[in-house]
């Protein structure tokens, strides 16, 4: 069984370009999370969803949004990024039960 | 409010058992879990324990909440060389779902040979 794909792993983008990142859950999931990571704030939620609906929502910023499509892969976008937005961007994927969230590799982010 | 605490470092000799220590404040939370992290890489999912249980075992881990004091613990028996990496406990929020886990700082555990 698959786990969590998230593509692309690296990133090298300028301030004020914006990014879409992608995570395609284990096969059966229906709820994807997103979380960033960073040196100083730790891992903090960005944002939940569950059959192509948003559920939960962290503090970020407008500039951060994003979507699930029918077969509950999932992208984040960031626009007008900002030097601080660089990061490890982890998302997870829950079975039916949501007990337990499973993460992928995540993608690192350097803005420039 | 949420809020998770872990202590920042841990060092331990091989052989050794390693117990890391967390708090957490939501006393709503349905799961509590601890996540393995080594370098480069994502969030491994070591075990989680459901806010009714006391202490669960899954081979070398041992996992103990006390609800009351809102107080987890993990505990590595025989740590290697291999279990080397940041450890995060984090509490789900509100009812029984995964939507939403709140981390600690994590624990970065040295193993020495």
């Known amino acids: 069984k698959a786990g969590v794909t998230q593509t692309p792993r690296y990133l090298i983008k300028t301030r004020g370009q914006q990014v879409t990142l992608s995570c395609s859950p284990i096969?059966?999931?229906?709820?994807v999370s997103w979380y960033q990571q960073t040196p100083g704030q730790g891992l903090q939620f960005l944002f939940e969803?569950?059959?192509?609906?948003?559920?939960n929502k962290g503090n970020f910023p407008g500039r951060f949004s994003g979507r699930q499509f029918s077969n509950s892969r999932s992208e984040m976008n960031v626009s007008t990024l900002e030097l601080g937005d660089s990061a490890l961007y982890l998302c997870?994927?829950?079975?039916?039960?949501?007990?337990?969230?499973?993460f992928g590799q995540g993608t690192r982010l350097t803005v420039v | 409010g949420e809020d998770v605490e872990q202590s920042l470092f841990l060092s331990v000799r091989e052989g050794d058992s390693s117990v890391i220590n967390c708090t957490y404040t939501?006393?709503?939370?349905?799961?509590l879990y601890w996540y393995k992290q080594e370098p480069g890489a994502g969030l491994q999912l070591l075990t989680y324990?459901?806010?009714?249980?006391d202490m669960k075992q899954d081979q070398r881990l041992t996992v103990l909440l006390n609800k009351k004091d809102k107080h987890l613990s993990l505990r590595i028996a025989d740590t290697q060389t291999g279990d080397s990496a940041i450890y995060f406990c984090?509490?789900?929020?509100?009812?029984?779902?995964?939507?939403?886990?709140?981390f600690g700082q994590g624990t970065t555990l040295q193993v020495k040979p």
């Open positions: 997870a994927s829950s079975g039916a039960g949501r007990t337990e969230a499973f």
């Open positions: 096969s059966g999931h229906r709820s």
């Open positions: 969803y569950f059959s192509e609906t948003q559920r």
């Open positions: 939501d006393s709503s939370s349905t799961y």
């Open positions: 324990i459901f806010s009714n249980m």
């Open positions: 984090a509490e789900s929020m509100g009812s029984s779902n995964t939507g939403k886990l709140i």
